[in-house]
């Protein structure tokens, strides 16, 4: 279910509420949260896109006192996905901790992003925020150096079989570890494709920071302004009105000190303003988050590139659009071509995109 809130619509009450509770720090639910909390609890369960912050719902509810408020099967099904949570997130930093001592003794940095990232650092690890996979940015010079680092550990994975021309248009590669818990890594060589923006990432680079949870090992974090960045990026790139994005954006301004001129100068020169904005303004309008009004009044896009942002990331609000694939593209294009680092070099890239899987369609023909 969804309500409007302001262009976009946003998630009903009373997962809405509950989303507030759980990054705003309060010792207590808001009033009209309480009698439905268990109403919101399996919302959050019910839907994969806010599964993943079971663990944190059952971190703040414990810790408040207002897990009394939740029925018992509402609590126990909160118990049982935050107990698996935590169980694969103990796994999973054991592949993280090898990968740390493997890129240290390569003097090889990996720098984790999303939620590799955000647990052990925003989340604590008692309440991880879980994704499909783990992601990791190499540097420019190291793309010939990661089978070797991950040998023994990770087997690369084709996700493009039969299509040379679109795998060279990616920015990761994929991998799979087998032990002691299958997950993928998603190796990238950059933060999105790169047409779309004007990353600086000597700069990135020089800005990460150790990972506070793996100490002096080979694992990195962004800056908090450039995290920000990268999950504006990357809720654009998944055509999200509202997403666990938010509320890690939420969680991240609530535990760092965010220096907002210098994230909307970068947002500019990376030519991800719109993406910024329009996540800053549901932390802001949504959340109840802190973001100055000045910040937001001087990323505001224009008229035009709001009505493309309404039309792109609020498809399944607009009758008939968002119900095929022809709609999505649509939607795709509308985002790149108005809402990232400039037309030009979007539509630059989305004919070489076209241009590959032709010619990769035709290879198969043979």
């Known amino acids: ?108 940095p990996l720098m984790l992003l999303k939620g590799a990232a955000l647990t052990g650092w925003i989340y604590p690890w008692s309440a991880p925020r879980l994704g499909a996979d783990l992601d990791l940015l190499i540097g420019p010079a190291d793309g010939e150096r990661v089978c070797a680092l991950l040998a023994g550990l990770a087997v690369e994975q084709d996700k493009f079989p039969g299509r040379s021309r679109l795998r060279g248009l990616a920015y990761e590669r994929s991998f799979l570890v087998q032990a002691p818990v299958q997950v993928e890594l998603d190796v990238h060589h950059g933060l999105a494709y790169p047409a779309l923006y004007r990353i600086d990432y000597d700069g990135l680079w020089q800005r990460s920071v150790p990972h506070p949870g793996f100490g002096l090992m080979g694992l990195r974090v962004p800056g908090p302004e450039d995290m920000l960045l990268h999950l504006a990026i990357h809720a654009l790139y998944d055509l999200k009105s509202w997403s666990r994005h938010d509320v890690d954006a939420a969680l991240l301004i609530a535990h760092e000190p965010i220096v907002w001129a210098r994230l909307s100068e970068r947002a500019k020169q990376w030519g991800a303003a ?93």
Request: glycine share 10%.
């Open 1 to 108: 279910m969804i309500q409007r809130l302001g262009r976009l619509p946003a998630p009903a009450e009373p997962l809405l509420g509950l989303l507030r509770f759980l990054v705003s720090g309060a010792s207590e639910p808001e009033t009209p949260l309480g009698p439905r909390l268990s109403e919101a609890i399996a919302a959050l369960l019910g839907a994969p896109e806010w599964r993943v912050l079971a663990p944190l719902a059952a971190a703040r509810l414990s810790e408040t006192g207002a897990v009394r408020l939740l029925a018992t099967e509402p609590a126990a099904a909160l118990r049982r996905a935050t107990l698996s949570a935590v169980a694969v997130a103990m796994t999973r930093q054991q592949v993280l901790v090898a990968l740390g001592e493997r890129a240290g003794r390569a003097g090889m």
């Open 274 to 366: 719109a993406g910024l904005f329009l996540l800053l303004e549901r932390v802001a309008h949504g959340l109840g988050c802190p973001v100055p009004e000045s910040v937001l009044s001087g990323l505001k896009p224009g008229g035009l590139t709001l009505a493309v942002a309404r039309l792109a990331l609020a498809g399944n609000d607009w009758e008939g659009l968002d119900t095929g694939p022809g709609a999505l593209r649509l939607r795709q294009l509308a985002a790149q071509l108005w809402l990232t680092g400039g037309a030009r070099p979007a539509l630059r890239f989305q004919l070489d995109y076209a241009a590959a899987r032709l010619l990769d369609a035709l290879s198969r023909g043979k």
